[in-house]
């Protein structure tokens, strides 16, 4: 230790001023084995008392009035929501967009911040690819019963049948069952995946049979050879590389199936970017209100750092400057290409009747409030963070609404403009799902590992071979 | 340690499990879930025992006497029981069978018949550019003339109709011919299928049938 | 030597020190030996002469095939079985398919890394005999285990046994089958 | 750590005597057949002016790209507070300052040519469209909004340079936080400037189009070939030994994974405009592929299909590739002409006769050569004058490979299980 000592403080002196001095992964270090305890305290203790409090409304949310609202639209048909012609997209649309949304951020902090080297990611990635797989759920519930008739969804998949139907793959729709699909399995797989040495963490340590009967079953044997390392991690960037792409894919489907139709408003060659960058932006105010709760309530504030937040802030802040270019290119676009009716919608998004308001809440918040994150103070004060991510998510809710029905309650012809207004329905429906998903968060969080356990340990010095306090001797 | 060493044997079962269950839910879907199963052979009681054998069949009733609006409209109507009562106010008039339609035709009721043929909302079907350009009711309906109580014969499928859309000139015949749900072209089978091929080429050219395989030509 | 013995395992202390001792054990020419770390230790892979991953190969092929089964079946279905007009677009066309089969190479390719792992690792294996161990649980903890096994040539219980002390490893126990 | 140090046995440096006279060369070559260009045009009657103009645009217009490029690279170096990308951020610096005074000098003939290139500027006022865009498309417009974009990119590449040549001297930590302060607001305004230049340089080539997506899409392509660029130039001075010791092997790498990235969401970015805009069928939109997707314009378009995206990406899928040199070089390499392509598909079909000229060949050759002179030998300039990385920036050390330990103090005591406060 004394010869590492050494070591340190020469290194100390060529380290750069304080200020601009690189903040460690976890704080507090006490060494790999108190690490392993303190990830795993919280999953093995006690049910706190603040969990009971959050888990029953949500559970009562996701196990009443989801229910209640599913089977009376499925029983009824979809005329029980505010769906009418001009608008035939409601809020179920916009809900799944924002589900949708929400998911994107986990999959960008887990895997293009894998790929960048971010080690900071190892802190809050589980917690956002949990994030990830739940919205996503609830995102597919909304086109599966969308369509009206959902014991029909069936005719989706290429099954064979007598009414020769195959899948129509030229339809943007279509393509969303492929991406919503495909992208709650892989990051379902994802994240099951990341969890399968920390199951083994959570095998080894259980005291009781039922626990260790079960996450022996969840590590499926694993033993944490070099050899199983070595096809894990490669398993683990080939995942990463697929989970980026699929970030930029399911959303710009999404987007599709707006932009592949001709309606003003809708028809702009960004808008696959748009709708990817949109979901991200979202996906970030989430991980903001549910990172600034949970590091304190399970005792995370050394694990999930300031300097964390603050880098999840930034990233807030990059996917809203790009927001607010895109927004900026919309009304450009719409100005320069001459296109009266693109000029009409987009006047009418801020100056027109009946949503004119929702506009300039998008732009408030969106484009306005997401500028404080600019100042350090901002990001490191935890209230005004969760603050701003509640009120982006309500910003990129109503940015959906705005496009959905912004775009369809005046068409071409003026004797079609009609209005939307939700339902109970239409509410409920929002509530349960927002219910089923804290719901499902909440028992994540209690039950299985929240941190990467694994992954943590290997990004601190004492995981590092070549490090004085990982034991390597020597001049470093 | 918690599990045997038999366990390990597990792994191998899971794929050959999840083919077995996927594969059974596929051809599960194919075989039940399809009109085939669903609508085909579909026959609920009426409450009138109406035979469509004795009336169509044996006395030679023409479809278009009780079903008048076929050739006109989108709808083939169901008669009134004016139209029943136009005979029966002299035959069986007193046939307790016949109750609910005198009943029907005093007080300006309708008789609750149960809808056998049915294609759902999304589907717009016209029964008059069908029969007017050739196409016989036993095409959908099956030889209703030989039913004593109707029931669901063909699938009414997509592909069902699609099969004629695609090929309209093996299904046409003379519009004459439309309500005579047993004519052949001839008796002899290979000759039948001659004429067919010949005439129906010729009816669908001259007739200018344009059967259309467009989405919005059915889901409009 | 008895018939059941599965190998001998000696413990480790810090990343360092089992990167040191595999680097020792490889050189008194052993072949069948791994380490159990809780997460990867850089530079092990070098040290034990692990060649580049397949499971990277395998993710490429099912993506490959996944992409070009689905063309197929867009084909077949949409272009060849039943062709149906839709909105004026060609029956078949590379635009068309491409979105589709596109995320379907990712959902293959996806799969393909998980079961390609999971092979090559051959899991899930919920018996194994190191798990009769009490050492050995401290692995996923903070420990770094060295296992030699007496499938190895070279494997001797005195020898072996002694190598592993002189390198520095604690609680050598032999683990039985 | 040691470990990143290993690869010493570079190759000995080239010999690069000869090839410091090739800007010269350049320059009068191009400068030659630029002054054959004009003087074909000038004499001209049809369109051969506004071929030269076409031209002289195509070769600017790449230049500009690397440039900005470059300045996006200096840019998010700062606002990401990398360390790896501190050797290569001097040379970026110097390609970035290129667009003030240089490349708006370079801009003249366009402006002087701009009634040809343009025909939005010369077209009758009854035309609905460009009334629709008043006052930007009338020729005052052009002049300011050109300027102000020079301006911007003036004040934020001299701002950068300035601070950080002034920590060459000072090592002050206030230098770098001005570089971020700066790179801050300089986004901002680099995004704005980015995408109205290409939109009113390039695209409004052809008037009546319009699309969403062009900005991000030239963006895209301009970080694409910076980053081509950024490889070779650093590969050469990591031969030469100018920056050993500061360009670690697996800095190659990230750059190489960069540029592979950027690959894919050049691809990503053109295939999203291309399929929106296939599937819409809107003629107001569909007429600018319809008439890249006929005559001689189908080749060049399938060039840079399988060119510009498959090639690239599958010589790059493999992990190692992105560290060899040898292979990557000539993908750089590669990707200069096929960026010069895509660029001229952008912008030679405005030519009014709907097939590729032979004569823009020889042309724009020219224009490029002689541009790529006049840079490359005020790059040079630059480079010589002033240190070839920043030598006292903070993360230098650790760009060098050096870890420095984290800020707060480490406990002596390690791995001791429980008391974890």
């Known amino acids: 230790m004394a010869e590492s000592t050494v070591i340190l403080e020469e290194l100390n002196r060529l380290a750069p001023p304080a200020e601009l001095r690189r903040a460690p992964v976890v704080e507090n270090n006490r060494g790999l084995g108190a690490l392993t305890d303190k990830l795993s305290e919280f999953a093995e203790g006690k049910i706190p008392r603040w969990w009971w409090i959050l888990f029953i409304p949500s559970a009562f949310c996701a196990m009443v009035v989801l229910p209640m609202a599913l089977i009376y639209q499925v029983s009824t048909g979809v005329g029980v929501w505010g769906n009418n012609q001009p608008v035939a997209w409601g809020l179920d649309i916009v809900s799944f967009i924002w589900w949708v949304g929400v998911a994107h951020a986990g999959t960008l902090i887990s895997a293009l911040l894998f790929l960048t080297r971010q080690h900071w990611r190892t802190t809050i990635g589980r917690a956002a690819e949990a994030m990830t797989v739940f919205s996503v759920m609830m995102a597919g519930l909304y086109p599966a019963i969308h369509v009206g008739r959902a014991w029909f969804d069936w005719f ?216 404080l994150l600019w100042f350090k103070k901002i990001r490191a004060n935890l209230t005004a963070l969760f603050i701003i991510g509640v009120l982006i998510n309500i910003g990129m809710w109503t940015e959906r609404f705005v496009i959905v029905v912004g775009s369809l309650y005046q068409d071409f012809l003026p004797a079609n403009w009609g209005k939307y207004i939700p339902t109970r329905w239409d509410v409920a429906l929002y509530i349960g799902s927002l219910g089923a998903f804290f719901m499902m968060y909440l028992l994540f969080v209690k039950f299985l590992p929240l941190v990467a356990i694994a992954e943590v340990k290997g990004a601190t010095p004492q995981g590092n071979p070549h490090h004085p306090l990982g034991g390597a001797k020597g001049k470093p | ?124 079907f016209n029964h008059s550019v069908h029969v007017a350009r050739g196409f016989s009711c036993v095409e959908c309906h099956g030889r209703v003339d030989q039913m004593d109580e109707v029931h669901h014969a063909k699938s009414l499928s997509m592909s069902f109709c699609l099969d004629c859309h695609r090929n309209p000139a093996a299904f046409i015949r003379p519009p004459g011919k439309v309500t005579d749900l047993g004519w052949q072209w001839s008796t002899n089978a290979a000759e039948a299928a001659k004429l067919q091929e010949v005439n129906g080429k010729n009816f669908v050219h001259d007739w200018r049938v344009e059967s259309l395989q467009s989405c919005s030509a059915c889901h409009r | ?109 996806a799969v393909g890394a998980l079961i390609g792992m999971l092979a090559f690792n051959e899991l899930p294996r919920f018996h194994h005999p190191l798990f009769t161990s009490e050492r050995f649980a401290l692995v996923s903890r903070d420990k770094f285990c060295l296992l030699v096994g007496s499938t190895d040539p070279k494997f001797s219980e005195t020898e072996t046994r002694k190598l592993l002390e002189s390198i520095g490893g604690a609680h050598i126990e032999i683990i039985e089958d | 750590m040691s470990s ?212 991000v899409y030239f963006f895209s392509n301009c970080a694409w070939v910076a980053l081509a660029t950024v490889y070779v130039i650093a590969a050469l001075l990591q031969r030469q030994r100018i920056l050993a010791g500061v360009l670690q092997e697996n800095y190659f790498y990230f750059i190489g994974v960069l540029f592979f990235a950027f690959t894919v969401f050049s691809a990503y970015t053109e295939f999203a405009q291309y399929f929106v805009v296939w599937n819409a069928n809107m003629p107001e939109e569909t007429f600018w592929y319809i008439l890249r997707e006929n005559h001689s314009w189908w080749r060049l378009s399938m060039i840079l299909i399988f060119g510009k995206f498959f090639l690239p990406f599958f010589v790059m899928l493999p992990v190692k590739v992105k560290t060899s040199l040898k292979v990557m070089i000539p993908v750089c390499l590669w990707a200069w002409l096929m960026q010069f392509g895509d660029l001229a598909f952008n912008i030679l079909p405005g030519l009014p006769c709907h097939h590729f000229m032979r004569q823009s060949l020889w042309m724009s050759l020219g224009c490029l050569m002689f541009m790529g002179g006049f840079l490359g030998w005020v790059f040079a300039g630059k480079f010589k004058s002033h240190p070839p990385y920043p030598q006292k920036d903070p993360r230098l050390l650790e760009t060098m490979g050096i870890h420095h330990p984290p800020a707060v103090e480490i406990p002596g005591e390690a791995s001791t299980p429980g008391g974890y406060p």
């Open chain 4, 4 to 215: 990143h140090n290993e690869k010493t046995h570079l190759p000995p440096p080239l010999d690069l005597s000869l090839w410091s006279r090739l800007p010269a060369v350049l320059m009068t070559l191009g400068g030659a057949l630029c002054l054959a260009g004009a003087a074909i045009g000038l004499a001209g009657k049809g369109i051969e002016l506004q071929l030269f103009g076409l031209s002289w645009l195509l070769a600017f217009m790449f230049y500009l790209s690397i440039a900005l490029g470059a300045l996006f690279l200096v840019m998010v170096h700062h606002l990401t507070d990398a360390s790896w990308s501190v050797g290569i951020r001097r040379f970026c610096e110097h390609i970035a300052s290129l667009l003030f005074p240089w490349l708006a000098i370079l801009f003249i003939p366009i402006l002087l040519l701009a009634p040809k290139i343009y025909n939005w500027l010369t077209l009758p006022a009854t035309d609905g469209l460009i009334r629709a865009r008043w006052p930007v498309f009338t020729c005052a417009g052009f002049v300011v909004v050109s300027a102000l974009f020079f301006g911007v990119w003036w004040l934020l590449t001299s701002r950068l340079r300035y601070w950080s040549l002034r920590q060459d001297v000072t090592g002050d930590a206030l230098c770098t936080h001005k570089m971020r302060f700066h790179s801050g607001w300089g986004i901002v305004a680099f995004a704005l400037t980015l995408t109205g230049a290409s939109v009113f340089w390039m695209q409004s080539v052809q008037y009546q189009s319009f699309s969403a997506m062009y900005g």
């Open chain 1, 156 to 371: 989706m998949f290429p099954i064979p049948n007598s009414n020769g139907l195959w899948p129509q793959f030229r339809s943007p729709l279509m393509w969303d069952v492929f991406a919503v699909n495909t992208y709650l399995m892989v990051s379902t797989l994802f994240w099951l995946m990341g969890m399968i040495p920390d199951f083994a963490v959570m095998r080894d340590r259980a005291v009781t049979r039922p626990r260790k009967f079960i996450f022996s079953l969840l590590a499926m044997g694993w033993t944490g050879s070099a050899r199983q390392w070595h096809h894990y991690e490669k398993a683990y960037v080939v995942l990463c590389g697929l989970c980026t792409l699929l970030v930029f894919t399911v959303s710009s489907i999404v987007g599709l199936d707006f932009c592949t139709s001709m309606l003003a408003g809708w028809h702009a060659t960004i808008f696959p970017l748009y709708f990817v960058i949109g979901a991200v932006f979202c996906g970030f105010g989430m991980m903001l209100v549910l990172l600034v709760p949970l590091r304190k309530w399970c005792g995370l504030e050394n694990i999930i750092t300031m300097s964390h937040m603050d880098k999840v802030a930034k990233l807030t802040l990059v996917s809203g400057l790009i927001i607010a270019y895109i927004y900026a290119i919309e009304f450009f676009i719409a100005w320069y290409s001459g296109d009266p009716y693109e000029r009409w919608v987009f006047g009418h998004r801020l100056f027109g009747h009946t949503y004119w308001f929702l506009g300039w809440t998008l732009i408030a918040v969106n484009v306005c409030v997401t500028q």
């Open chain 2, 1 to 124: 340690m918690i599990f045997p060493k038999w366990t390990n044997q597990i792994p191998f079962l899971i794929p050959i499990g999840l083919a077995l269950v996927g594969g059974a839910v596929a051809a599960g879907v194919t075989v039940y879930c399809t009109p085939k199963n669903t609508r085909v052979g579909y026959q609920p009681v009426q409450p009138v025992p109406f035979s469509h054998a004795v009336h169509a069949g044996q006395l030679g009733v023409d479809c278009r006497y009780c079903h008048s609006t076929v050739e006109k409209s989108w709808f083939s109507s169901i008669p009134a029981a004016s139209t029943c009562m136009n005979c029966h106010s002299l035959i069986l008039k007193d046939d307790p069978r016949l109750a609910l339609v005198r009943e029907s035709f005093t007080n300006n009721t309708p008789i609750p018949w149960v809808q056998v043929h049915i294609v759902p909302d999304y589907v717009y």
């Open chain 3, 1 to 109: 030597m008895s018939e059941k013995t599965y190998g001998i395992l000696a413990e480790f202390d810090s990343p360092a020190a089992i990167l040191r001792a595999a680097e020792k054990v490889r050189d008194a020419g052993y072949s069948r030996w791994d380490v159990f770390t809780p997460f990867p230790i850089h530079g092990m892979d070098k040290v034990m002469g692990l060649k580049n991953s397949l499971v990277g190969w395998v993710a490429l092929f099912m993506g490959g095939g996944a992409f070009l089964s689905v063309v197929g079946l867009i084909w077949f279905s949409n272009a060849f079985d039943y062709p149906l007009i839709v909105g004026g677009k060609p029956m078949f066309s590379v635009p068309m398919t491409f979105v589709p089969s596109y995320i379907m190479m990712i959902l293959g390719a």
